[in-house]
T-cell receptor, first 115, second 111 residues
């Protein structure tokens, strides 16, 4: 158990809908990262937050957004869902970016199925 | 060319074998190298973390980084059926920044 929690475990929804994925980082970790894992693309970085502020963006679609709250939990919002958004979504956390030895610990993931 | 290349396998070995897993990369700015293990339908679990070139050993696992060749390896000695999983290499240019992952190698260890 990495200490990172994600809810829900599974999500089944229809095209065009909107969903929210939630992540709680490990105790003491200030940075949260979101990744998407699909069979064809592998694990891809979406976005990073540090202490409530957006720090870096990766291959995140405009239909997707995220935020990190004062209690450091984070939410990833996916809207106007398409079939191709079906994937595993992982949250990872780390203590502090740019700190030597800083490593990312992953949560169990949310499996999103868009029908 | 993808930034990180990893042979997807699958790789099948008998129990007790030495396993070698490898990744190549193209970005010379990468300095931090990691190996994650992912069991089916689970999150990636950090196995090894290495900064710059060199070797690191932890129990049955040894990670090697050769920056001159842009090549990293993970060796598993005395492999066990419980080692059956997908192994992902990951790397970044700075600590605590976005990780770039290989696609993973699926390993199966038979008893």
């Amino acid at each position: 158990d990495s200490g990172v929690t994600q809810t829900p475990k599974h999500l089944i929804t229809a095209t065009g809908q909107r969903v929210t994925l939630r992540c709680s980082p490990r105790s003491g970790d200030l940075s949260v990262y979101w990744y998407q894992q699909s069979l064809d693309q592998g694990l891809q970085f979406l976005i990073q937050y540090y202490n409530g502020e957006e720090r870096a963006k990766g291959n995140i679609l405009e239909r997707f957004s995220a935020q990190q709250f004062p209690d450091l939990h984070s939410e990833l919002n996916l809207s106007s869902l398409e079939l191709g958004d079906s994937a595993l979504y992982f949250c990872a956390s780390s203590v502090r970016p740019l700190l030597a030895g800083d490593t990312q610990y992953f949560g169990p993931g949310t499996r999103l199925t868009v029908l | 060319q993808k930034e990180v290349e990893q042979d997807p396998g699958p790789l099948s070995v008998p129990e007790g074998a030495i396993v070698s897993l490898n990744c190549t990369y193209s970005n010379s700015a990468f300095q931090y190298f990691m190996w994650y293990r992912q069991y089916s339908r689970k999150g990636p679990e950090l196995l090894m973390y290495t900064y710059s070139s060199g070797n690191k050993e932890d129990g049955r696992f040894t990670a090697q980084v050769d920056k001159s060749s842009k090549y990293i390896s993970l060796f598993i000695r005395d492999s066990q059926p419980s080692d059956s999983a997908t192994y992902l290499c990951a790397m970044s240019g700075q600590a605590g920044t976005a990780l770039i992952f290989g696609k993973g190698t699926t390993l199966s260890v038979s008893s």
